[in-house]
Structures are given as C-alpha cells and as structure tokens.
C-alpha cells in the first residue's frame, strides 16, 4: 500500500486542497474528483467498482484494510483532516474518487423505468430517491438542469451508497422530450385529483417519471411533454407528499405493477 510516512500537517498540502474543494463541490479545483467520507461509503465505493484516488487517514487510526494496495494512501493531523472533511464527528477515514461517467443510453436497458428529478434542489431528497430508484428496479435517474448535484455530500450519504450503481445522468429538455422517441410514456406526479391515481397507471411499459421542485413542483415546460400526470390518492387531509417520499411511493407501485406482470407471463 502506498502509504506516505510523513505525517502531513499543513492545511495547505496540494491533496488536502483538493479534499476539500472535492467536499465542497468544486469541481474545477478538485480535479473532477468526488470527495467520501467514512468507511461505510468507503466500503460501498470499493464493492462497486469505483476508483480511488487517494485515501486520507486521521493519525489516531489503521488504514482501512479494505483499502486495494495500489491506492495512494496519506495520513493526517487530527486538525488538518478535520479541516477537509465536512462532518463534525469525523471517523477518520476519507478519499478522493472518480465519479463514474453515465451517458443516456446506459438508462435504458430492458423495459425502462426511469426516475427524472426536475428541478429538486433538496440534496436529502435527490439521494432517497436515487436509493429508492436501485430499490424498486428503475434502469436509471435523470436530473435537469437547476436540480441539486448527485454528488452532493448530503445527496451522497442520503443514497447510502446507491449513487455508486445507480446510472445518474445530466439531461436537458431536449433529452427528456427525446425519451418518447425511445418508446417511453412521461409521467407527470402531481397532487389533487386531476390525474390518474397511481394503482390505475400503467408502469409496466417503458416509462419515466417526473418529480418537480418540492415547492414549486414540476414547472409548465415539464407539464407540456407528460403523456399522463399520475397522482397518490391520500385519504387523509394532506395536500401533498413531500419529493422523496412520492417519488419513492411511485416508484414501488411500478415495481409492483412489472412483478405481477412478469409472474401473469
């Protein structure tokens, strides 16, 4: 393992400013690279394939032995690693990572079921749905253009790792208009009555789904292409359901739906 025997101190180390540019999401600075932290994201980077750069460790702690030995490894300060990473309880373990490169036909293996996040700026909710898109089975997620960043450290921990295999891709409007030229409905998720509750909807076929703003909800360019809006009837007296929580629920009712089908062939 290359790990280096001087103990870095200094907050101005080249590898520190890019740990913490890569943190605080500058991409230019950071050389591209995505910033981790903590060895339950380590190990999840390491399962899926991603590749690391460099692993920073604190002085107080062993270097993770999950850790491949062609890695470069640094350790550091308990106050310079602290200075780089974003959590006030560091575990002590952090890296520098390539983000995996997704292009739009790698969403569209099988019969498509795709989860577009249109303008979501809550990074918590982008994650949980990224987590719920691997769960329920979807081929991949879209974002457009004024939606949080995938790699967002809040979007990141809130997948639980997900990101790492879930095919994320930036889309624009062209692309998201593109999709029926694949075969797929669009599916707007709205609230009210004035749709099509989500048990009546056809997910079986290739689809993809659109989550708007969380206040704002998806805007007029996103209505204008849907095929269908596709609603969760609530019996109780609540307007609506925030981001994550109906695109999670919509997604389940599509698995659902593909796995009575596939059991009905």
Same mark, same amino acid.
């Given at each position: 393992?290359?790990?280096?025997?001087?103990?870095?101190?200094?907050?101005?180390?080249?590898?520190?400013?890019?740990?913490?540019?890569?943190?605080?999401?500058?991409?230019?600075?950071?050389?591209?690279?995505?910033?981790?932290?903590?060895?339950?994201?380590?190990?999840?980077?390491?399962?899926?394939?991603?590749?690391?750069?460099?692993?920073?460790?604190?002085?107080?702690?062993?270097?993770?032995?999950?850790?491949?030995?062609?890695?470069?490894? &640094? +350790? $550091?300060?308990?106050? *310079?690693? @602290? !200075?780089?990473?974003?959590?006030?309880?560091?575990?002590?373990? #952090?890296?520098?990572?390539?983000?995996?490169?997704?292009?739009?036909?790698?969403?569209?293996?099988?019969?498509?079921?795709?989860?577009?996040?249109?303008?979501?700026?809550?990074?918590?909710?982008?994650?949980?749905?990224?987590?719920?898109?691997?769960?329920?089975?979807?081929?991949?997620?879209?974002?457009?253009?004024?939606?949080?960043?995938?790699?967002?450290?809040?979007?990141?921990?809130?997948?639980?790792?997900?990101?790492?295999?879930?095919?994320?891709?930036?889309?624009?409007?062209?692309?998201?208009?593109?999709?029926?030229?694949?075969? &797929? +409905? $669009?599916?707007?998720? *709205?609230? @009210? !009555?004035?749709?099509?509750?989500?048990?009546?909807?056809?997910? #079986?076929?290739?689809?993809?789904?659109?989550?708007?703003?969380?206040?704002?909800?998806?805007?007029?360019?996103?209505?204008?292409?849907?095929?269908?809006?596709?609603?969760?009837?609530?019996?109780?007296?609540?307007?609506?359901?925030?981001?994550?929580?109906?695109?999670?629920?919509?997604?389940?009712?599509?698995?659902?739906?593909?796995?009575?089908?596939?059991?009905?062939?």
């Amino acid at each position: 393992m290359a790990t280096s025997e001087i103990l870095v101190s200094s907050r101005a180390n080249a590898r520190v400013k890019q740990l913490r540019a890569a943190f605080a999401g500058q991409a230019r600075l950071s050389g591209g690279m995505v910033a981790i932290e903590g060895d339950h994201l380590l190990e999840e980077a390491l399962l899926s394939g991603m590749v690391l750069e460099t692993v920073f460790v604190s002085e107080r702690r062993e270097v993770p032995r999950m850790v491949p030995r062609a890695v470069e490894v &640094l +350790r $550091l300060t308990e106050e *310079v690693f @602290g !200075s780089a990473v974003e959590t006030r309880s560091p575990q002590g373990v #952090a890296a520098l990572m390539v983000p995996p490169a997704h292009r739009m036909e790698d969403v569209m293996k099988g019969t498509p079921l795709i989860l577009i996040a249109a303008g979501l700026q809550d990074p918590g909710n982008l994650g949980t749905l990224i987590r719920s898109a691997e769960a329920f089975g979807a081929s991949g997620v879209l974002t457009t253009p004024g939606t949080v960043s995938a790699w967002n450290q809040k979007a990141l921990r809130a997948s639980v790792g997900s990101v790492f295999r879930m095919p994320v891709v930036a889309a624009t409007e062209v692309d998201v208009a593109g999709l029926k030229e694949w075969g &797929l +409905r $669009l599916l707007a998720a *709205v609230g @009210g !009555s004035d749709a099509t509750a989500a048990q009546d909807t056809d997910f #079986a076929g290739s689809c993809a789904l659109m989550i708007g703003n969380e206040g704002a909800g998806l805007g007029a360019e996103w209505m204008g292409m849907a095929d269908e809006r596709v609603t969760i009837p609530c019996p109780g007296p609540v307007e609506s359901l925030n981001a994550a929580v109906a695109g999670s629920l919509l997604l389940y009712e599509a698995s659902r739906q593909r796995a009575a089908a596939g059991a009905a062939r």
